[in-house]
């Protein structure tokens, strides 16, 4: 921000002086200052109309963990019919029979993001039914890396009119997170799923 055409203000809020070089960084208090020792100055909460010495030490943030994720899309009917994986321990063994795979990020209660892979798998037809299961890296819950853990399933299953037969069970994700976070109790909810014959698709809807 140097060379900018604002002009900052720094030093005491009874002596307050103007610059516009904004290389900044903190004191050894927490205080932001310029590269000659002074005082930025600015509006807090504490302080909404008098410029005062900005105090990163009196900061505080929250993380606010994924609670639910509501799932849409198609999942195609005349997809083949298969066995879901059990046990599976390589990617491929998880991915080879899937309808559909995608992505969902959740957020834990640090604030970090886990990449999360949902695996669709078609296994029955007579009313089209699908597993759904999602995993993580192995090393993201105190496993293997490079290792795949199932961390929730769930299924639905459609009608003739390519509408939930019954309500979807939706995927109870039970995570202990390796990075010290509290463990994760999302709900990926199945509801806004259909199952027409065509491609299969998702879409995160919240």
Same mark, same amino acid.
């Given at each position: ?67 639910? =994720? ?6 195609? $009917?005349? &997809?083949?019919?298969?066995? #879901?994986? !059990?046990? *599976?321990? +390589? %990617? ?73 037969? =019954? ?6 994700? $039970?995570? &202990?997170?390796?990075?010290? #976070?509290? !463990?994760? *109790?999302? +709900? %990926? ?18």
């Amino acid at each position: 921000v140097s060379q900018s055409r604002y002009l900052f203000v720094v030093g005491e809020t009874a002596n307050q002086l103007y610059t516009r070089a904004g290389n900044f960084s903190l004191d050894q208090n927490g205080i932001l200052v310029n590269s000659n020792g002074h005082n930025v100055l600015g509006f807090t909460d504490a302080s909404p109309t008098t410029l005062v010495p900005l105090d990163t030490s009196s900061l505080s943030g929250s993380a606010t963990a994924t609670s639910v =994720v509501t799932i849409g899309g198609n999942l195609d $009917s005349s &997809a083949p019919i298969v066995t #879901a994986p !059990a046990g *599976a321990t +390589t %990617l491929k063994q998880i991915s080879s029979p899937a309808a559909l795979n995608a992505p969902v990020r959740l957020i834990d209660s640090l604030g970090e993001q886990h990449d999360i892979s949902l695996f669709f798998y078609h296994t029955a037809g007579t009313s089209p039914t699908f597993t759904v299961q999602a995993y993580v890296d192995g090393a993201e819950v105190g496993g293997t890396a490079n290792t795949p853990s199932l961390i929730g399933t769930g299924t639905v299953t459609f009608g003739p009119d390519g509408k939930q037969a =019954v309500a979807a069970t939706p995927i109870a994700i $039970s995570a &202990a997170w390796s990075n010290g #976070a509290s !463990a994760s *109790a999302a +709900t %990926l909810d199945l509801a806004g799923l259909t199952g027409f014959a065509g491609t299969s698709s998702l879409l995160l809807l919240s």
